[in-house]
């Protein structure tokens, strides 16, 4: 994958927020076995909305959040879990492309605003893991179906729309303040 892709994936996503990314760190760390495997899995960093129904649960809602919260956990959490691809909003920052360049990760922003057109790309709930933490914490195990659309804004090639948007920003502040 490469920025710029646009991509609808079908397979299996996990999400993952703050607590989840503590916790599975802590849980590895200890050498400790998931009870789940996320080598080259994707995941997502959203906090569902899910229904409990007579027949497992049903997603309602799952935007994205924003990934820079986990900014601090990402390297660890990648290095432990050799996870292929984040799936979230925002961006990263730019000292995980060496990160992702070493373990051949991807980064893919979901769109903003569309939490409940996600949630119909989800074709059945597999599993919740540490749901201790919470509905949005804990970790969901989600057969997703044309999943998307998830442009790749960051990948292991050292590139980023992030890096590049930031830098044209630069020299248009830069080439504004020389005209004053």
């Known amino acids: 994958m490469k920025v710029g892709d646009i991509i609808y994936y079908s397979g299996t996503i996990y999400t993952a927020r703050d607590k989840a990314h ?6 590895l760390k200890r050498g400790e076995e998931l009870p789940f495997n996320l ?8 906090g569902p909305i899910m229904k409990k129904t007579e027949n497992g649960w049903k997603c309602i809602s799952i935007g994205p959040t924003t990934s820079a919260r986990m ?36 980064y893919l922003s ?3 605003g569309c939490a409940a057109l996600l949630a119909k790309s989800i ?6 893991y540490f749901l201790e933490l919470g509905m949005p914490e804990a970790v969901w195990e989600l057969e997703v179906e044309n999943f998307g659309p998830l442009v790749v804004t960051m990948d292991s090639n ?13 020299e248009k502040l830069k080439s504004l303040v020389d005209q004053i």
């Open 22 to 27: 503590m916790k599975i760190i802590e849980l």
């Open 39 to 46: 080598e080259n899995s994707i995941i997502y960093h959203a």
């Open 71 to 106: 900014n601090s956990l990402e390297e660890e959490f990648i290095k432990l879990t050799k996870i292929s691809a984040i799936v979230g909003k925002g961006g990263m920052k730019e000292e995980l492309l060496k990160t992702f360049h070493e373990y051949k990760v991807s």
């Open 110 to 112: 979901a769109p903003g």
């Open 123 to 128: 074709k059945r709930v597999k599993n919740v």
């Open 158 to 170: 050292f590139n980023s729309i992030y890096k590049e948007v930031n830098e044209r920003a630069r």
